[in-house]
């Protein structure tokens, strides 16, 4: 056993080390090649693990409470993806988020590996060590980009390798308090203890508590250098939850008070900060100044508010299963909320993780996620009540609460899944193996070993947490496989099963990773050779010849390229451009069969009909059929009539485009941009005066028309004919 266990244990550190990856060469460079790599680690850990499963009986994996839900959310993932409204997105995902249900079926299977395989409290302190090891790196990567240093990849604000700060953020929540568990753990109590006497005995550190207590006090620091509101929020809950618990029943008296006054300095600097949050201090801070910035009125808090309109109406919509995994975008031009006919930007997550559930998922498997945390709560409250000063359940519940803070205005992505998913086996090494091996047993052993308090006695009681082959046998916990003889399915069945279970999981390393991984290298490939367009072309048939889920973006990232790099081309004269396009055409006709729902590929149509209607006007009508199409689907957007608009405007029909665009403006009367065509379109009409008037209010609604000569001269050529 210690080969197979050594190279599973192997392959999870290895995992933990995937947020230091950026794939330069693929789409979406911080998170595609990440989650590719840890899938492909998983994998190799199934293959491990189904050879060690028939040898090793303590590998069998056994019932504890917190798999009842996830268990059940699992189910829940499968029916939203079969029931869902674009299955093929729900099951693949996109290269951008990377959290379809094949994703996410990696950190199920994890997070049981995990469960089967660490047993020992060793082997959990050496994997936490190993993700606080890798943080440290991303942190030192993120400290380089704040100080601005060359030669450091740089991403959305300070974010690491990690490429967005909110997502570094969340990973940091998580491996801060991995550090504080640890640092706690390396203590020796003799150490920390202070005297009875009036004067306190500098406490002595281990140069592991010190490495674990810098890694503390840095993941903070790099984590409010990101600014991430909510995460600051959760962390900030969370770390003063626990303190307070610890300082309450676990400190001696003297320590006691310490960290009281620690926690009421840190409570008024929180309280000035926001009551004098106009003051020159304080603005003057971009840290501080986007901590306090709460405003319900703020353009950030009122684009959330938005999206979470939009999910609560497309739950109600499809309030059983929801919409299935990675389909909110679906939902939120189905139920545009008003707010975004002004700005540019669109979601495709609510920036809410419960709403997220709720619509990817419906109210099954929102009930179903929050029973992960119900469990995980009882657990916690069952420990607490028999002793409170269960070291190990007040750490739990101080990450579990920052955790669920953040996620009410965050979401989860491949850079926190690993991490959620390792709490829980670690909360079920903890409360799950440990207490149904001897129910007897009131703490488990590695509570005893954190609290200073507990007596020799109390230590002598404890039993040891690791699953030897002869407690499983005498164990009264409920196996998975109770309804057969398990030994005869794992000795006689299961070496069977291998034969086709494994070179079944090779297949999918193949078909599901590297496959997909080579065809996003290929269409970086491909965009980057335009405006060579013939041999862009010959790499464009042989990616879409055999296509894996990289076809998802790539058919929409070349037409933007290619409308892009050829915008000023004359089609009559360039058969190649031409080709291209039509080939193009043909691509996004198959996308819009496999996904008639998805409201990029119609966009990308009508953008590349009308580009072809230049050289062919049949395509200008192809443009405007299709472009009517799509806004009876998301009757509520008005950015396709807009390309009706457009569309008329550019064949010179002033009285079909005014007609368009007055569609547009009884669904969005305050759209700026519907405002500003109308202005254009009473303008070719002669009538000027009008035109003044929507323009100015096109203006007055935000409508940004400095810097842009066209727009300048056209507010030049009104008042001149007034």
Known sequence: MPAYSKLIKTLAILALFTPLIVSKTTLFPFIFGKAVAFQILVELMVVVYLVGLVRFPQWRIRFSLLMAPMAMFFVVLVLSTVFGADPYVSFWSKQERMEGLFTLSHYFVFFFILVSVFRKKEDWFGFLKWSVVAALLVSLHALAQWLDLPGFIKGIGVSGTLGNSSFLATYLVFNSFFALFLFLENRKSQNLEISKSRN?????????QLFYLGCFLMFNFILLLTGTRAALYGQFFGLFAFFGFYGSFLASRRLKKAIAAGLALAVAFVVLIFVFKDSSFVKGSRILARVTDTSFKSATLQQRFAGWRIGIEAFRDRPLLGWGQENYYIAFYKFLDPYFYGPSETFDRPHNKYIDVLVSNGMLGLLSYLGIFAALFFWLSRSLWKNRRDFVSLWFFG??????????????MPTSYPFFFLTLAFANFIYGASRTQNPETSKSEISKSLNPETSKSEMSKSSNLEISKSEMSKSPNIEIFKFFNPDFFFKKILPLLNFVLIPAVI???????????????LLIKVISLMPDFNTSFDYSRKLFKSPSFAKVEGRNVIVQTLLSKGGDANLRENSALMSYALFMVDELQKGVKESPLNHRYYGSLVNLYNFIGRADSAYLAKSEETARFASEIFPRDISFLLKIFAIRFQDGDWTGAEAAVKEALEKAPNSHLARWNMALARYRLQDFESARREAETAISLGYAYAGNLTNLNFLAAINFNL
């Open 507 to 521: 297949f999918v390393l193949w078909w599901g990773n590297l496959k997909p991984f080579l065809e996003s290298r």
């Open 399 to 412: 990450l579990i609460s920052a955790y669920l803070v953040q996620n009410a205005l965050l979401f989860d």
């Open 200 to 208: 306190f005995k500098a406490p002595r550190f281990s140069s592991g």
